[in-house]
């Protein structure tokens, strides 16, 4: 059983497509995460979710909107996709805030 | 400079060998975690501490909050640590580590 899956794992897109990343946690964990890896390998939270609400929101442009349809499901839509966007995004959930963070497998974004 | 600096960046030892991968952080914090992420991409955390000492196996990792520093250890090490190693500091906004690349040789 995976207790963090994201889907798709790899996508590979055109410039100015919609798409979105699909996250569910089994877990039965309260807090949901989106983090974005660059090509550098450095990791930076995008977005934080505790119980479907939203609680950060990096600085992020608002051609990415998370959508939590229920506090298991955490979904990432990207308008508008942009050649710098291209990135691994990983899902993570947690207990609450603060403990300790369970990663999805990531997936691979390759905007072409 | 980063809120948050790794050293070494990247490190080769042969098996068998003590390793040591370090963490300054600037920002006060509440928690730190060290994460590992293997070559296929996955990230796996290991220990997440706010004060003291952890053990988990070949594992140690321990945090001086006064100096806000950090160290993971790993005794015997084994090919099969060879990942990055990243800290991150923070409760729910994490801000990372750029991450240390170990290599374990057999």
């Known amino acids: 059983d995976t207790a963090v899956s994201q889907t798709p794992k790899y996508l590979v897109t055109q410039m100015g497509n919609d798409k979105s990343i699909k996250c569910e946690q089994n877990l039965g964990h309260d807090t949901m995460y989106w983090y974005k890896q660059d090509s550098k390998k450095f990791l930076k939270i995008m977005f934080s979710y505790n119980n479907k609400e939203l609680i950060i929101n990096e600085t992020v442009p608002n051609r990415f909107s998370p959508k939590s349809p229920d506090k298991a499901h955490l979904n990432l839509h990207i308008n508008s996709l942009e050649l710098g966007d291209s990135a691994v995004y990983f899902c993570?959930?947690?207990?609450?805030?603060?403990?300790?963070?369970?990663f999805g497998e990531g997936s691979w974004l390759t905007v072409v | 400079k980063n809120e948050v600096e790794q050293s070494p960046q990247n490190l080769t030892a042969q098996e068998g060998e003590f390793i040591t991968i370090n963490c300054s952080y600037s920002?006060?914090?509440?928690?730190l975690h060290w994460l590992q992420q293997h070559p296929g991409g996955g990230i796996v955390s290991l220990f997440m501490l706010s004060s003291g000492k952890k053990k988990h196996g070949r594992l140690i990792a321990t945090i001086n909050i006064q100096e806000k520093h950090s160290s993971l250890h790993i005794t015997a090490s084994h090919p099969r640590d060879s990942a990055v190693y990243i800290c991150?500091?923070?409760?729910?906004?994490?801000?990372f580590g750029k991450g240390t690349k170990l290599t374990v040789n057999p």
């Open positions: 991150a500091v923070g409760i729910e906004k994490l801000v």
């Open positions: 920002v006060g914090i509440s928690a």
């Open positions: 993570a959930s947690s207990p609450q805030r603060g403990n300790t963070i369970y």
